[in-house]
Structures are given as structure tokens and as C-alpha cells.
């Protein structure tokens, strides 16, 4: 090889780098670890984790113990899937194209819009994208989260925001939810107002009057979702959002420590042109057979680069993927009866803990998986004394809310039985 | 190939859940969903053999040679999927309290260690998902920077080269920054007469790519640190090709202040379709109390999240990032240790015989050595035979090959930008040189074959004008236009690829 490039040594190739700033040691890394070396010691490093298989978890607080089906990471290990490049060469591509039309498909069909792109990083970012649209699509520059929005959502809509151009105000809640009459006071001349439903408390808002609020003042209401929630809830689309945005993990994705993940981004067809990320799209080829392409494209950076509606060009699609079948597993029914199987058991959960004692922080607000808990002492105490018991009863809602030191944040997914329910009153009101 | 709603057949379903007896609670009527979703009804026979046909559409570096260029299309070694489904990582909260997470903090913490090593920058924040979310990370640090410095008002631009990534241009944008072009000189540098003029206290910072997306080496790179910091800007480091010089130069021993990684290109994340990515990013001491929260750091012998950090730009993602995405690069450098040397090395070696091989039959518009990657251009064929750079592109699906990145980067007409990655054997790197060569002689003598190509994937070239302008992005069942024959197919001659 060396022969036909024409030179006598692999240093050769390396001149062109000035001399001034090459290394000239070697790395200072540890040795390499053979493959069984490798998998020992990352086993040791897992092993000291302790995973939702070792404790009994009520975590949540945006990320969710739901079952992933065995399809999921059968479809998932399949090389092809795994291991191609976005698809810009379409006749390479038409699996993984065809699989993100009918992942646009389903999230359409989960909110009610009209598009959907291929995904965003997370449930977090999406909401920044979703500002992004509707700055240029209102020309205002004022942005309104409910406070009730998860507030790591919050927190990277604030860091997007000076670079944004964007003013961020937020409506705080009253008792769980927020007051539809107040936000519209909020959203006059705003570009969008984000609220959350289930709300980050687990609590139903007034969705319906809170988009409706968001469009009277002329700012574009937009709804953070759950998808699984979303055989039993309304679809953001029924009442009048114009964007529809959440973090996927629920459906089809594994904890994995926060990620990756995928956030979806759905909107009304009027913002098609506005989509931030890859669209996949159907046409014909040269025979007038059906065929997907992406589409849309100059939107995007690689095309119109600093115009584009975004610079994202790397995203979730393999996690998208594994939604797409979990929801495809799941079926309308197999959705609904998850949703319902989350509202009983999280309802027993409630019930169970009030007639124990505990108090409900929010106790005449319906909820859906989740729900506020005071614990009777510091929420840290309650967790560290259940912990020693082998049960992790919730989030510590007083690490971002004011008040609510007491107070823990409550999953129940549909993997807990009753019986773990009842595990978790026992060490709680122990 | 139908789709998966096409399949459906209403009461069938995959999934079985979980039976209780409990009552279901009421949902209040106006928020009760209306009509259910119409997702597919289908068995788990049908869903796993409808999957399995849609894999069988697709082509991954498993599949074949992928020599995208800029995108690093390596081999994603197996033995990084075993243990990132490791329960202890797969089913792990990220809430879970630190004494309960000590193996995904110490994971983290050894990711950012071996990161800061390998790029020669002290200070790590892996929360970006993407490159270019890691861009735009960058760049909001030097906003806050700079305002902490109380020079926000003045430093208002970012200069950046023609060659660079459309993702760099767009971060810009996005941070509320203004762009300042740069030409690239005959060498395939970046222009230094042009540059001097650009850069002043109005400045904020450089973007630059280096190795360049045209797979040189900057070789002014020490006179671009030098104008940038006398004006007192600072310099961002887009790692994209990064796969070209780890163990043999340093962007931090070069001048850079913030570096971002594509973990899903040098550091071997399976791409997945489009993603996920993991975009980290390195700075100097100066820029460290801006990263974002939480920085996972050591105490001791613990390891914790450190969510004080007051002048930090806040979070840019949810939780402490793709964390499977680290595990997976974690392992993957630790299989290499100080040998990930030899693994640019190689890859640098693969693409100059590449190169060697191509470089009479196609145009060469900067005629060096290159590293990781390197840019032909198509334009004698189009001249001479009316071929493009696209029909070149179709050609090799024919003969078993991913194309190239074409049509990039823009300042070299009908570009073929060809990255061979160093996971791929001679005899494979001789076999897609044949094919390039034997395009050329087709060129002239069937120029057709070309043109109507590929003769052998599962669709013929496709109508993305006929996208573009009726878009159908969504299935919409009953009212769904079943598609018919159209004229000739429209291709799109823009960037395929990086």
C-alpha cells in the first residue's frame, strides 16, 4: 500500500501536520482490555448500579419502568437497522425510510397532527425546537412554560433562549395545575405557550381551556405528552394545539440512565416548512412504484446551512424505530389497556397511601401515572429509610420546588403488581 | 412494499399486559381521548417478518462498504451491545441516588478523563447528544464567556470556512451570532489573507474543521491560532474528523478552546438509521465553570453530580446525556487503549491508497496527501460524457457499494467526498477502486448504464422533486392517494451524505 501512495512509511502521511503540534508521546490510557477483559470489567461497573430489577422503583419524573417487548430489541439488534448512516442515498435506504414514515405516521396518529419529523434528541430539546418554530412562525420573541412543565424542560428552554433571542416567562401553578386565565394573561404577545399533560406533578391540566387560552392571546399553544398516555388522553390535535411535543421513552425505549432516547415533534400541517429534522416522504420511482425519500430538505443545514430551521442533522432514529414497534406491539387496544392498567394501579397506589396516613399534595386532581405524596418528614429521609427497606418510593419534589420538602414524586408503571404497592405503603408508613 | 397499516387487520394485536382486577378510575369527559389512535393491528408474526423486510431494504456498514465521507462508517464492534444491556446500565434510573449509581458516575467520569487525554483539554461536559448539538453548546459557552467579561456586546461574529459542515453555519444562527465567511486557499487552507482581514474585536470565535471536510490538514493552523488569539476570540474545534489524528496531534496543543466529539463516528456508536449520536464536549480551564450542569466529578474514592456551578449555561439536554452512547465509546477506547494511534493511523493509510488508486481517472482539485477522507471531483465526466457526479452515486449501488458523500463540500464541483474508515480490508478498498475505475470506462462507452442506474436495489431512482412539492409524510389510511406513474424521475444534485 505504502508502494502505490508513494511513500516509505505511514509517518510520511503525517508530515502535512506542522511539527510544532503533533503529540510526540503516546496516548497516557490505560492498556488495551481484551473483549472478555472489556466485558468483565463493565460488568463490575454495572454491578454497581442499582437497576429497577434490584429495587423497587416508583421513580419516574420523566423517565418510566414501562415493559420493552422482546420484538423491540429483536427488530433493534438487526445490523441493518443498526448500523446505517442516515438516509440520504434512498435507494440504499428504503427500509429505514419507510420505517420513519410509519414512525411519523404513528406519532400522528398518537397527537393528532398532521406531520411529524423523524425526532429529536430528547423530551427536553424538542421544547426548544418548538420555541424556535414559533418565534419565526408569530414573530414574537416571548415564550410562556407552565410551571408545571418538567423543569429539566424548563431549564434547557432557558439555556437555548439568549441565543434564541427569546424571553422566557413562566405561570406558576395553583394547586397542581395551572388556571387557564391566567396563562392567557401570560401569553399576550407570546409566540407559544408550552404546558405539560399529565403535568410533571402527574396531574391532568385543563388541556382543552389551556390551549384555548394560548389562542386567544395569538400565541401557538403547545402540548408536552406522554405517548403511552395517549390511548386514554385526548389528542393534543382534538383540541387545537398547533405543536405536539414529548419525550418517547415511555414507549419502546429502556431507562439506560437518561439515554438516548427520542423526542418526538409533531405539528399542523400549516409548519411543515418550519419542521426542524429529517421528514421521510413518499413518491414513486422511475417505474411509479411507491418508494420514500427525505424530503423537504431544504429546510435543513446540509442545504441552506445558516438559514436552515435548524442545525440538527444527527438524530434518534433507532430509538424512534424501537417506539414505532413497541406502539405497532401494542395495537390501539394493547395502548388503551396500558394507559388503564397505569390509572388503576396508580390509583390504587393513592388510595392505599391515604387511608396509611399519608397526605396527597394535590388530593382533588385527577391524575394519570404519577402523583404527589407527602411523606410526613423529609423526602429525603422517607427515600433513605425506604431504600434500606428495598424499595425507592419516588422523586424528592423539593430538589425544584419550594414547599414541597416533604413531598415525593410516585410512578407507578404497569410492571408493578399490587403487591409491590402495597411494599411500597409498608416502608413509607413504616 | 405495504405498509405496516396496510397490514392491519382490525382485533389482531402482538401485545399481552399485565391482568388485574382493580376498578379503572374515571378521566374527566373533555380530557378522555375521543377516537382511538389508529396504530397497525397486527400479530407479532406479521410485525416481526414486516420488520425483518424493512431490514432487508436497508444497507448498513454490516451489509457493506459505507465510505461515506465525514461520517466515519466504521465497523461497530458486538461486544459494545452486550454490555450496554447490561441491566445495571439498560434498566437504570437517572434519578437513582449517587450511592446507588457509582458504576454509571465512575463510567462517566473515566469517559471524560480519556476524552480530555485524547483532545489535550481539561474539562469535559458528555451531555450534548449530537455534534451539532455539542456546536451550538460551544458556542452558547463562548456567549457566556464573553459576557461574563462584559465583551458580549462587542463580539458579535463567528468566522467560519467555506469548507465547513452546514451544521456549523446553522449552530451560529441558532446561538443569535452572526457568520463571517472565510475562502479556503489553491492548497486547501484556509485562506490567511482573507482570514486577517476578518477577524478583529468584533470576533467571538472561529469554527474550523481540521482535518478540513476536503481531508487536509490545516497546514496554517498555527498562524489561524495565532490571529485568533492576539484578537482575543476564541476557537472551536468541530471533531467531525477527529478519526484522523487521535494519538498523533492534539487540538488543544494546537490552540483550540472548545472541542466537541462525534462519539457515533470516531468512537464507534452504531449510527442507527440517523442516530443516536453522542456530541461531548472538551474546553480549556477558563471556559470549564460554564459547562453544563451537572458536571460529574470525583470526590475521593465516590463519584457525584455537581449541580453548583453558578455560571454555568444551564442544561442543553435532559439528564447527564446519552449515557448508552458512553458506554459504548468507553468500551470501544478501552479496547484500543494508547493504540487508538494505530486506528487513525490506519485510517489514514486506507484513504491514501484509496486515493492513489483513484486520483488519475477522477479529478483531484487539491492534489496532496490526505488524511482520514479525501474529495474527487466528477467533472471530467460530466464534460465529456454527460455523466454526473449523481449518476456515479447510483452506479456503485449497482456493484455493492454504499456511495460517497457527493456534492460535498460545495466549493468543489460535482464533489465525491470518500472516507474508507480504517475497518476495511485491502482487497475490499481494491474491489470499490475497480468500481470507480470501471464507472469511468462505462462513462464513455454506455454513459446510459449510468444514468438509469441502480439496475439492482429495491426501487429505481426515485422523484424527489415530486417530494418536495406534494409532500405525503404521514399515512392517512382511506383517504391515502395511491401513488401513480409519474414522468421522469426529479433527483435533487445537492449534498447526499456527511
Redesign the interface.
Known sequence: ??E????DS?D???????A????GR????????S?SE??A???????????????L?F?G???Y?HYV?A?VD??L????????????????????L?????Y???I???TGM???N??G?????VAADAC?VAKHATGRSKVVLAETVNP??R??V???A????LDVVEVPHRNGTIDPDELQAAASDAACVIFQQPNFFGC?E???DLAAAAGDAGALAVAHVDPVS??????PG?YGCALAIG?GQSAGN???????HYGFFAARSEF?RRMPG????????????????L????R?????????T??????????A?AG??H????????????G??C???S??AKERLSEAGLELVFPDK?TFKEFAVRAGRPAKDA?RSA?SNGV?PG?ALGRDHAGLDDALLVAVS??R??EEIDRLVEVLTA | ?K???EKSKPG????S??K?D????E??D?????S???????S?PE??R??????????????GF?P?GS?T?KH?PR?N????S????????????ED?????L??MWRLQE?LA??V?LPAVSLQP?????G??TG??LM?AYFSDRGEGEQRREIVIPDTA???N????????YE?VGVKTDPRGNVDLDDLRGKVGPQTAGLMLTNPSTLG??D?G??EITRIFHEAGALMYYDGANLNA??????PG??GFDIVHF?L?KTFSQ??????????PIAVRERLEPFL?VPAVVRDGEAFRLDYERPKS?????????????F?RS??Y?????????EMS?VA??NA??M???LKDAYELPFD??C?HEFVLSGRRLKREHGVTTLDV??RL?DYGF??P?IY?PLIVPEALMIEPTETEA?ETLDAFAEAMLAIVREAAEAPELLK?A?HA????????V???KN?????RFEEHEQ????G??RQ?E?????
Open positions: 500500500m505504502l502505490t501512495i508513494g511513500i505511514v510520511e502521511l503525517f508530515e502535512q501536520i506542522p510544532g503540534v503533533r503529540l503516546s496516548l497516557d490510557l490505560e492498556p488495551a482490555l473483549e472489556l466485558v470489567h463493565l460488568t463490575e461497573l454495572a454491578s454497581r448500579n442499582l437497576d429497577t430489577g434490584r429495587e422503583s421513580l419524573a420523566g423517565i419502568d417487548p420484538v429483536a427488530v439488534a438487526r445490523g441493518e437497522f443498526l448500523t446505517a448512516y442516515t438516509p440520504y442515498q434512498p435507494e440504499m435506504s428504503q427500509g429505514v419507510q420505517a420513519i414514515f410509519e411519523q405516521t404513528a400522528c396518529e398518537l398532521d406531520v411529524s423523524a425526532s434528541y430528547d423530551g427536553t430539546t424556535y429539566q424542560v431549564q434547557v432557558k439555556t437555548y439568549p441565543g434564541f433571542g391532568l385543563p388541556a382543552p395517549l390511548g386514554v388522553l385526548e389528542a382534538a419525550e429502556y431507562q439506560s440512565y437518561g439515554g438516548p411543515i429529517r421528514i421521510s416522504g413518499e413518491t414513486v420511482d422511475s417505474n411509479g412504484e411507491r418508494g420514500f425519500v424530503t423537504l430538505q431544504t435543513e443545514q446540509h442545504i441552506r446551512r445558516e438559514k436552515a435548524s442545525n440538527i442533522t444527527t438524530n434518534q432514529t433507532l430509538l424505530l414505532l414497534v406502539l405497532s406491539w401494542l395495537g390501539p387496544q394493547g395502548l388503551r389497556e396500558l388503564e392498567t390509572l388503576a394501579l390509583h390504587y385527577a427515600i431504600r425507592h422523586y404497569e410492571r403488581t399490587t | 412494499m405498509l405496516v397499516y389482531r394485536r402482538a401485545s399486559l399485565p388485574h382493580l376498578p379503572t378510575p378521566i374527566p373533555e380530557l378522555r381521548r375521543s382511538p389512535p389508529r396504530l397497525p393491528e397486527i407479532e410485525l416481526v414486516h420488520f425483518t423486510a424493512l431490514a432487508d431494504r436497508t444497507f448498513g456498514v454490516d451489509t459505507y461515506l461520517c462508517m461497530n461486544v451491545e452486550r454490555v450496554v447490561l441491566p445495571g446500565f439498560r434498566d437504570l434510573h437517572p434519578l437513582q441516588e446507588a449509581s457509582q458504576g454509571a465512575e463510567l480519556i487525554e485524547i489535550g447528544a449530537a455534534g451539532s448539538q456546536e451550538l458556542l452558547l456567549r459542515h452546514g451544521t453555519p446553522a449552530s451560529v444562527t441558532m446561538a443569535g457568520l487536509l490538514f497546514e493552523i498555527e489524528i487521535c494519538g498523533i496531534s492534539r496543543d494546537f462525534n457515533h452504531p449510527h442507527g438509521g440517523g442516530g443516536p449520536g453522542g456530541g453544563p449555561i444551564g442544561k442543553v439536554r435532559g439528564f447527564c446525556g446519552p449515557f448508552g452512547v458506554v468507553y468500551a477506547i478501552r479496547s484500543f487503549g494508547p493504540a487508538l494511534k493511523e489514514v493509510l491514501n491508497y486515493l492513489a488508486l496532496r496527501l488524511m452515486a447510483k449501488m454504499h456511495p458523500t460535498f485491502k438509469e441502480p436495489r429495491p426501487v429505481k431512482r426515485l422523484d424527489e415530486r417530494a418536495a409532500p405525503i409524510v404521514r399515512y401513488p401513480h406513474a409519474a421522469e424521475p435533487l445537492a449534498q447526499k451524505g456527511a
